[in-house]
């Protein structure tokens, strides 16, 4: 994310979407308006880059929730240390996950990209769906034409 869309999200107040950051012992709500309404924000920002953003919402000792928008299918990733649940809460994409990931490269200490995933099992995911995928799984999504996804994601530590 480049320096302008920094700023643009350090701007934005937080407080609206997670009043009770620092507050461990608080329950946390962010109704579909409100996430919504932030994920407007997201796709601003992904026009000025590479067809995403996203931001954490908050973190907790073992696991963060985040927001994202994509509107063009991006790298192939792979989290070797935590496990990820999508919760789409607009839009359409292909999940693909599992088998091989095409020219991998390592971009931190347990983190992979690549191109794409080759022979991986594919999934349409919609509004509503949840999908759930194991830490060291391949994944990627695939946006067609001028479709986007919205989705709740919530990363969870650990190796599988």
Known sequence: MDDFAKKILNDLNLDEIAPHAKDRSSVD??????????AA?????????DGSASETIKEFPHYSVELSFRDRTRD?????????FFHVLAGTAT????????????VGASEGRGNSVEEG??????????????????????????KAIICLIVKIQGAP
Request: hydrophobic fraction near 40%.
């Open 29 to 38: 709500h962010w109704s579909p308006a409100v996430l919504l309404e932030r």
């Open 41 to 49: 924000y997201l796709r601003n920002l992904a026009k000025y880059g």
């Open 76 to 84: 192939t990733e792979v989290h070797d240390d935590y496990t990820c």
């Open 95 to 106: 999940l693909v996950t599992g088998g091989a990931v095409a020219n991998s490269r390592s």
């Open 121 to 146: 099992a594919r999934q349409e995911l919609r509004q509503g769906d949840v999908a759930h995928v194991p830490a060291g799984v391949p994944h990627q999504f695939l946006i067609a034409g001028d």
